[in-house]
């Protein structure tokens, strides 16, 4: 089931390019099967969700095959709570995507669909695979669509954007690739039983420490750049501005969430100890992102750039809250990935909107626009709502868990953190207020058109999906705390066995008493 979901974007892809080019009626083929491919998959991934046993922690749905024997590379990916609901948001974003650009994009419409679709393989097998080298080709696969995207459609200074995004995501990914062939060569040497990149198996591998520390760091730089981390961020704001809305909707909603996944799946996990010992330093960073991204977010001209700068501040939430390394404080983070992914995903969308009518995305270009386009602002304003973090939205939930798991870890840091909710409102309500309300200034703006057919079935699935995800929590938490237990039970009680001295008592001890005594980690 997981190999449908996977390589059914890509078969969709490699079919288009079968197509001849190029005429109306073609495009408009090409666009009808990108989008069918995209619902099947998101399909998929629902009916994945509904057979998931949420009482579970182990992965589920494995599939595990023989690749390459002689170095240990297997074909394995399997699915548990953290990942599963990766899945569903990358399937539920991707259709949106390509319905937004139905209009927007009217040069090489074959290929802007084709790379789409590959683009979506290459992220779902990140979330799915337990092979480290398999993950490693996933990981890097994802670059090559999302660089043409940005390159191609994307606006005047496309080029300069994406050669610094493949730059600086594939700086760190080289560093990753090296501690990568590291892990398997020490397991043969630790264990002598050969090579493997199996990560159950690396799991149990007890790394000597100056080695730990160093695989450590090498994934957590590929994985800060790709969240990205402060200081790491600034491809981030000019791979946002630069690329088509589509291509900021998938940056936005899923490709970010591919750093935070890595280090809860994969660095906090495999190297425990040192994980204790960075924790507090990475959580410094998170926080300083988190009021750096507001306070930049705050004096930005361009909607783009302003909602580009907010996902470095929220995402420092996350990063925040997998630090605390506590049941509220990681299933804040995972819950919070999924939170971003819709509601910064909607703000993009509706950017999108109000560029493609007026072609401009300056904040000063607009006003009044309630008494104009009034269905449109009107979701505008919930979104919104949703990224601030009101009680009964999506951003509310995770935000709060992530803020008490923080608070049981390092009460100053929370405090320091809870700035940026503050913040957030301030600089996401000003900006909605500076282009919804007040008097119709510029006489362009006096004839927009409201909401299309089209429109709706964008941005619709968006505010439903923003306000049940912050009315019934429960849906989403319940499958992924069998399978945070778990994660938690191996980091807090095999960093305390190797490294009790690693980090500050009390930081230690609020970390230890989070997890059931019997939580396991066979499978």
């Known amino acids: 089931m997981l190999t449908t979901i996977v390589f059914l974007p890509l078969a969709g892809a490699l079919l288009l390019l079968l197509v001849e080019n190029r005429d109306g009626r073609r495009d408009a083929a090409v666009r009808w099967t990108a989008l069918g491919v995209s619902l099947l998959v998101f399909a998929a991934t629902l009916l994945l969700w509904s057979r998931f046993d949420a009482t579970s922690a182990d992965f589920q749905f494995v599939e595990r095959r023989d690749w390459i024997p002689a170095f240990g590379i297997q074909y394995f990916v399997g699915v548990d709570g953290i990942s599963l609901f990766l899945l569903v948001l990358t399937g539920f974003l991707t259709p949106l995507a390509l319905l937004c650009s139905w209009e927007s994009v009217n040069r090489k419409v074959k290929e802007f669909a084709a790379f789409m679709l590959a683009l979506e393989s290459a992220m779902l097998g990140v979330f799915v695979s337990l092979d480290l080298f398999l993950f490693y080709i996933f ?106 809305t589509a291509g900021s909707v998938i940056l936005a909603g899923v490709l970010l969430k591919m750093g935070t996944y890595g280090l809860v799946r994969f660095a906090f996990p495999l190297f425990p100890a040192a994980a204790a010992y960075f924790a507090p330093w990475l959580a410094i960073l998170a926080v300083v992102g988190i009021v750096y991204g507001a306070l930049v977010a705050m004096v930005q001209p361009d909607m783009k750039k302003l909602v580009a700068y907010s996902s470095v501040s929220h995402l420092g939430f996350v990063v925040l809250g997998i630090c605390a390394m506590n049941l509220q404080g990681l299933q804040g983070s995972i819950y919070q990935m999924l939170n971003h992914g819709v509601s910064t995903g909607g703000l993009f969308l509706l950017v999108g909107m109000l560029s493609d009518r007026r072609h401009t995305r300056q904040i000063a270009a607009f006003g009044g626009l309630k008494a104009v386009m009034p269905r449109l602002v009107a979701a505008f304003m919930l979104i919104t709502l949703a990224s601030i973090g009101l009680p009964g939205t999506n951003g509310f939930v995770g935000e709060f868990l992530i803020l008490l798991g923080t608070f049981r870890a390092d009460p100053r840091l929370a405090a320091f953190a809870a700035t940026g909710v503050i913040l957030s409102a301030v600089y996401m309500l000003w900006m909605f207020q500076r282009v919804n309300y007040g008097p119709v200034v510029h006489d362009e703006n006096r004839a927009l058109p409201d909401l299309t057919v089209r429109e709706r079935w964008v941005i619709v699935p968006v505010v439903a999906m923003a306000i049940v995800m912050g009315v019934l929590p429960g849906v989403f938490l319940k499958p992924m705390q069998p399978s945070v237990e778990r994660l938690l039970q191996r980091v807090n009680h095999v960093s305390a066995a190797r490294a009790p001295e690693a980090a500050p008592p009390d930081h230690a001890a609020a970390r230890r008493g989070t997890a059931p005594a019997d939580a396991g980690v066979k499978h």
Do not use: C, Q
Not at 184 to 198: E, K, P, R, V
Not at 217 to 238: E, M, N, R, S, Y
């Open 139 to 244: 990981w890097d696969a994802m670059l090559v669509p999302m660089y043409f995207l940005i390159g191609i459609w994307g606006y005047d200074r496309r080029i300069y954007a994406a050669v610094k995004f493949i730059l600086y995501t594939a700086a760190g990914s080289v560093l990753m690739l090296l501690a990568i062939i590291g892990l398997a060569w020490m397991h043969n040497s630790i264990t002598g039983a050969g090579y493997t990149f199996d990560l159950l198996k690396l799991y149990d591998l007890h790394l000597p420490a100056k080695f730990e520390v160093w695989f450590f760091l090498a994934f957590t730089l590929a994985f800060a750049i790709k969240v990205p981390l402060f200081p790491f961020h600034t491809w981030l704001p000019d791979a946002h501005v630069e690329a088509p």
